[in-house]
Every structure is written in structure tokens, then in C-alpha cells.
């Protein structure tokens, strides 16, 4: 058993990060301390955006009040939206069904749609929709709010969507593949990763020689080149630990204690710094029962590997709460309980 960790500084990091991604297994409690982290932090003056990017959304469930995919104001200095994710894969689509009818001939527009809709139901179609608009958020909005917050979908989901955004070189490349034009498109990938620089995801990509190409397929490249810029800024904001972390939301229980730990490793290896984790519904020493005696023996045993599994990393313990937590009333007392 290790030694015990630093406590968790909830206030320190919502006075001096930009970028919070609050993340854990479904039904640990996440979107409840997303909420409450978003409401103390506006609390203390600070302009919040708080974002769902889970597929099965509850924070408009936790705050109860209708919270959709565009931007709406929950309290002074608080803004929320829950992202749609297949809100999001239309609105891509329809980008690229504009850009590339631009460049088709009339008998290759019905192909070219034909594309699209097996895009649309292709395996990571909508964790590319959202990766972008995610990366999107938060290079736009920083302009707008002090505090982005990221209630992000469960733990599996949320590396698929840091990882590098190969898919999306992928996925443009088989679009452009429909084109006939290929053999003059085939210079533009070629200059989409100088260097295989997919490989070094930190490096910016260089400029692309665009000199041999015409102005229509030019733009193309610039089209696509803008947007591997994106995830690049995205990759390196998510990397600094002067403005970002990420913060785990987990009870004592084995499967998120193992979830997290792995989590944890994998967040590290690509160089996301992770700021803590808040332990969630946490029973008190109260044995006037076999039945708790057993619970709370149970929930020691699982403590000595939480402690294992996340070593030094700063925890924070919530309470078990008596009732569920939904209403701004009660988002509030849960944040006092965080402070």
C-alpha cells in the first residue's frame, strides 16, 4: 500500500486551469461533479462553458432544466450544451457533400452521396464528428470563457477521442478516392503528412508544397490541411499542464478502481496530465449492522487498492449521499461538499 496522496485542490484548479476534462466510468457520479465543479467555478466569477460529449446525456437531467446542442445559459456565468453527436456527423457530412460537389462532375454527385450515407453509419463515424467539434470548442470558445469543462462519455470512449485523429485521414481519403480526379488528389495526401507525421503527433505539419497544384485542388488541400492544423493546436492544448487536466470521477468499487487505473496510464503515456481523481460516494464508519459491518469492510478492502492502483495521485472523497442530486439547489450543496 502506498503512502497517502496529496489531497485533491478542487478551487486551485478551477481558478488556474482553462481547460478541465472530467472523465469515469458511466454511473460513478461524473456528470453530477462536472456540474458542480462548472457551478462553483462560475460561483466564483469565472466564465464557464460546461460541454457533454456522453451520447446518453444526464446533465440536463442533473441540473433540470433543457439543455440541448446549442449553447444555453443555466446561471449568471454558466453556459451548457450537450453535444449530438449525430447532430454533429450531419453537419460534417453536409460540409463535405458541399465542398466536394464543387469538385465532381454531375455523374459523379449520385456516388458521391451514395458515400456519404454509408459514412454516416460507418464504424467511428461519430467519434470523428465529435473529436472535431470538440477540438473546435476548444479553440474557439477559449475567446469567449475563462473555464472550458468537458463532461466526457465513459472512460473507453473518452481515450478513443484523444487519441490522434488518424480516422480522419482515413476517412477524407476514401472520399476522395470516389473522385476520378484521385491521381491529382493523391499529391494532396502526399502533402497532408510530410515526414509520416502522424507518427510525431506533437509536430505541426509543414507547409505543403502547393505550387504544382491547381487552384480547385489547392483549396482542397487547404481544406484538409486546416483541419489536421486543429487537432494538432487541440493535441497540444490537452498536453499542457499549465492550463488543462484531466480529473477521474470513480467509487470504490473494483471495475472503476481498474478502469481508472488503466485510464490513468494510458492518459500519461500520451502525455495528458491528470490532475486527480474525486472518489465518489464514499459509506461512513457506521457498522450498527451485519449489513453495513459487510458493506463498509468490503469498501476498506477496495480503498487499499484504489490506493495501490493510483498511487500518489490527489484524491478528493465524496460522501454517500442520502438522495439524488438534481437541481441547481442541490448541484450547489454537492459543490460545497467538493470544496
Given at each position: 500500500?502506498t503512502d497517502?496522496p496529496?489531497?485533491?485542490?478542487l478551487d486551485?484548479l ?5 481547460l478541465?476534462?472530467v472523465?469515469?466510468?458511466g454511473g460513478v457520479?461524473?456528470t453530477?461533479?462536472a456540474a ?12 464557464v462553458?460546461l460541454?457533454s460529449?456522453?451520447p446518453?446525456?444526464?446533465?440536463a ?26 447532430t454533429?456527423?450531419d453537419?460534417y457530412?453536409?460540409r463535405?457533400s458541399?465542398?466536394m460537389?464543387r469538385?465532381?462532375g454531375p455523374?459523379?454527385?449520385r ?6 450515407r454509408?459514412t454516416?453509419?460507418s464504424?467511428?463515424?461519430?467519434e470523428a464528428?465529435l473529436?472535431?467539434r470538440?477540438?473546435?470548442?476548444i479553440?474557439?470558445e477559449a475567446r469567449?470563457?475563462d473555464l472550458?469543462?468537458f ?7 473518452t481515450l478513443?477521442?484523444l487519441?490522434l ?6 476517412w477524407t481519403e ?5 473522385n ?5 488528389l493523391g499529391k494532396?495526401?502526399e502533402?497532408?503528412t510530410?515526414?509520416?507525421d502522424?507518427d510525431?503527433?506533437?509536430q505541426?505539419?509543414?507547409e ?8 480547385r485542388?489547392?483549396?482542397?488541400a487547404d ?12 493535441r ?8 488543462s487536466a484531466?480529473l ?8 472503476p478502481i481498474?478502469?481508472t487505473?488503466?485510464?490513468v ?10 490532475a ?7 459509506l461512513?464508519d457506521v457498522?450498527?449492522s451485519p449489513?453495513f459491518?459487510?458493506r463498509?469492510?468490503r ?14 495521485l490527489?484524491?478528493?472523497h465524496m460522501p ?5 442530486v438534481?437541481?441547481?439547489e442541490?448541484?450547489r450543496q ?6
Amino acid at each position: 500500500m502506498t503512502d497517502s496522496p496529496a489531497p485533491l485542490a478542487l478551487d486551485a484548479l478551477l481558478t488556474h486551469k482553462s481547460l478541465l476534462m472530467v472523465g469515469g466510468k458511466g454511473g460513478v457520479g461524473k456528470t453530477t461533479t462536472a456540474a458542480a465543479l462548472a457551478w462553483r467555478a462560475a460561483d466564483q466569477g469565472r466564465k464557464v462553458l460546461l460541454v457533454s460529449t456522453d451520447p446518453a446525456h444526464s446533465l440536463a437531467d442533473a441540473f433540470d432544466h433543457a439543455i440541448g446542442n446549442d449553447p444555453v445559459c443555466l446561471a449568471p456565468n454558466l453556459t451548457a450544451l450537450e453535444i449530438d453527436p449525430d447532430t454533429e456527423v450531419d453537419a460534417y457530412l453536409e460540409r463535405v457533400s458541399a465542398q466536394m460537389r464543387r469538385f465532381a462532375g454531375p455523374d459523379q454527385v449520385r456516388q458521391l452521396e451514395k458515400q456519404l450515407r454509408l459514412t454516416r453509419q460507418s464504424p467511428g463515424a461519430q467519434e470523428a464528428a465529435l473529436l472535431e467539434r470538440i477540438a473546435r470548442l476548444i479553440d474557439e470558445e477559449a475567446r469567449q470563457f475563462d473555464l472550458l469543462i468537458f463532461d466526457t462519455a465513459p472512460t473507453g470512449h473518452t481515450l478513443r477521442l484523444l487519441s490522434l485523429p488518424e480516422i480522419m485521414a482515413v476517412w477524407t481519403e476514401g472520399l476522395l478516392r470516389h473522385n476520378e480526379k484521385a491521381r491529382k488528389l493523391g499529391k494532396v495526401l502526399e502533402h497532408l503528412t510530410p515526414g509520416k507525421d502522424l507518427d510525431s503527433p506533437m509536430q505541426d505539419p509543414t507547409e505543403h508544397a502547393g505550387a504544382d497544384l491547381d487552384p480547385r485542388t489547392r483549396e482542397v488541400a487547404d481544406t484538409l490541411l486546416a483541419r489536421q492544423r486543429l487537432f494538432h493546436r487541440t493535441r497540444r492544448r490537452l498536453s499542457d499542464a499549465d492550463s488543462s487536466a484531466f480529473l477521474f470521477v470513480l467509487t470504490p468499487e473494483r471495475l472503476p478502481i481498474l478502469e481508472t487505473r488503466r485510464a490513468v496510464s494510458s492518459l500519461r503515456d500520451n502525455g495528458i496530465p491528470v490532475a486527480g481523481a474525486v472518489v465518489n460516494r464514499v459509506l461512513p464508519d457506521v457498522t450498527d449492522s451485519p449489513f453495513f459491518a459487510a458493506r463498509l469492510a468490503r469498501q476498506n478492502r477496495h480503498m487499499e487498492e484504489l490506493s495501490d492502483a493510483l498511487g500518489d495521485l490527489p484524491r478528493h472523497h465524496m460522501p454517500l449521499l442520502e438522495d439524488d442530486v438534481q437541481g441547481m439547489e442541490a448541484i450547489r450543496q454537492f459543490a460545497e461538499l467538493l470544496a
